[in-house]
């Protein structure tokens, strides 16, 4: 008998911690060379954007489905290029094709856009743009954003994956 609950015990006991699900986190490159190099090494696709007004203000509204079909590759010559989907969010045509030239900073942290032509949202040709690389990994970027606008200001997070 005492074999017998010995062994209920472990079955019991192995049942139990083998139903709990395992989350695994994943780590963020680091530097400039890994993070160039996860960031060079094929298409990302937008998926979504947190905007935080302030700690207890944090907007996860739903992503516009006219960036989520868009793609936006980084090649080593140093082109920041998009290849737009087939869910339009312009009234007007906007070629695919390069927008600009991009570059590390601050050993990987820093990303600078430096705007070609006008594309779909609030940059222009001749601006200059910068994203902390908040998260990188070889399928999930997050790059985020201080905004100041109109009397207020609030932080961007967007994110991008690829397959």
Known sequence: MKKFSTLAFILLALSTTSCKKQTVKETSLEGEVAVKSAMTAGPWVFRNEVVVYSPDNVDHGPSEACKTDDTWTFDLAGSANVTWGTNDCSPFTVPSG??????????G??????????????????????WNVDFMSAKKMVLKRKVQEYGKSYTLYDTYTRN
């Open 109 to 130: 942290t820093i990303l600078k856009v430096s705007y070609t032509r006008d594309i779909p949202g609030p940059f222009q040709a001749g601006q200059d743009a910068y």
């Open 98 to 107: 390069s927008y600009g030239s991009w570059q590390l900073l601050s050993d």
